[in-house]
């Protein structure tokens, strides 16, 4: 199931908070208020008040939602190589970031992925302050939008925490699949939903050889 775009969102509730509001003029009307001559700018105050009380909230709720998830500044740097893409999941794609040094070299290079698996409300890149010194140090990380966030909004829902343990299978999945990182060892990193995604995930896949969760939210 797709979710809607907060675009889609907002035309959504500007139509009905239009239409909210022409109720409120239409009841004018039948309470024989002149609406149309010396009550024109009381109806008008009256139907106006009423879309602004509909649509704001949800305005207001957006606009702070998106200031929170967007919260962190974007690092970049210039010795830092990072490749976009979209990794196929079972109903849909989830965007994905592969990260690693520009000039890795045999004696600085760790021979180990680590998948990076966010929390609830973040995105692939909330997490660089953590990952960007493992890359530094030689590792290749792969992190990715989980379904319903991020470049993955357009996959799942967020709360669908079953079928995000899938997708981290499938990811692991797929970077075996990948001749270029099919020598290497594979970590995986969780925080809060994504410590849990990682452990339910990562525990029985024998090719997932060390595991760190992060602020779990269950003993395991």
């Known amino acids: 199931m797709n979710l ?3 675009t889609y969102k ?3 509730i500007f139509v009905i908070a239009i239409l909210v509001g022409w109720i409120i003029w239409q009841v004018n009307i039948s309470l024989r208020n002149p609406c149309y001559s010396s009550a024109f700018s009381r109806c008008f105050v009256l139907s106006t008040t009423t879309f602004l009380i509909v649509y704001t909230p949800f305005e207001i709720y957006w606009s702070i939602r998106d ?15 990072v490749s976009k893409l979209f990794i196929e999941v079972s109903d ?5 970031n592969i990260i690693k040094k520009n000039n890795l070299t045999d004696s600085f290079t760790k021979n180990a992925i680590i998948v990076i698996a966010h929390g609830f409300s ?3 890149e909330t997490l660089q302050y953590y990952y960007l010194p493992l890359v530094f140090q030689g590792y290749i990380v792969l992190t990715y939008d989980a379904r319903g966030t991020g470049k993955s909004k357009k996959t799942g829902k967020r709360s669908d925490f079953l079928r995000r343990i899938d997708d981290f299978k499938n990811i692991i999945d797929w970077v075996k699949n990948q001749s270029e990182f099919s020598t290497l060892k594979i970590y995986s990193i969780g925080f809060s ?4 995604t990682v452990l339910c995930g990562g525990i029985p896949n024998k090719d997932v050889e060390k595991i760190i969760a992060i602020s779990s939210m269950s003993y395991y």
Do not use: C, H, M, P
């Open 4 to 6: 809607l775009s907060n």
């Open 10 to 12: 907002r035309i959504i």
């Open 67 to 81: 200031l929170w998830f967007d919260r962190w500044t974007r690092l970049s740097f210039k010795y830092v190589e």
């Open 92 to 96: 849909g794609l989830l965007s994905a």
């Open 122 to 124: 973040d995105t692939k």
């Open 193 to 196: 939903i994504g410590a849990i």
